[in-house]
């Protein structure tokens, strides 16, 4: 069992900063697959990006590709989303994901792909 805590959300203005991170218990975090997601109301989860269980593998949505970067510290089970240029369209709350099947080489993109989740964080863009 895995336990997913995200943390870092908030409320910025459009071009600004923020930088989410997701704690993680466990002892085979370092062996998973991390993601990060995104939903608003009435609206599918949507993927963000993942990061393999290395760190040396990584996968963004074409909407954040170039703004946002994930990364992981495996010695501190935790797993960051650094979000830069925010735009308004970005506010959502965000969810921290494992797949835990271990070692996987290419991090998986869709929600069904992951086995435990976060409670999110809200992520609020003003204009």
């Known amino acids: 069992q895995v336990q997913l805590v995200e943390s870092g959300g908030g409320l910025v203005q459009a071009g600004g900063s923020l930088r989410l991170s997701c704690a993680a218990s466990?002892?085979?975090?370092?062996?998973?697959?991390m993601g990060w997601f995104r939903q608003v109301p009435g609206k599918e989860r949507e993927f963000v990006a993942a990061i393999s269980w290395s760190g040396g593998v990584t996968n963004y949505a074409d909407s954040v590709k170039g703004r946002f970067t994930i990364s992981r510290d495996n010695a501190k089970n935790t797993v960051y989303l650094q979000m830069n240029s925010l735009k308004p369209e970005d506010t959502a709350v965000y969810y921290c994901?494992?797949?835990?099947?271990?070692?996987?080489?290419?991090?998986?993109?869709?929600?069904?792909?992951?086995?435990?989740w976060g409670q999110g964080t809200q992520v609020t863009v003003s204009s």
């Open positions: 994901a494992a797949d835990d099947e271990t070692y996987t080489i290419i991090p998986v993109t869709t929600t069904r792909g992951y086995d435990y």
């Open positions: 466990g002892r085979t975090f370092s062996s998973y697959t």
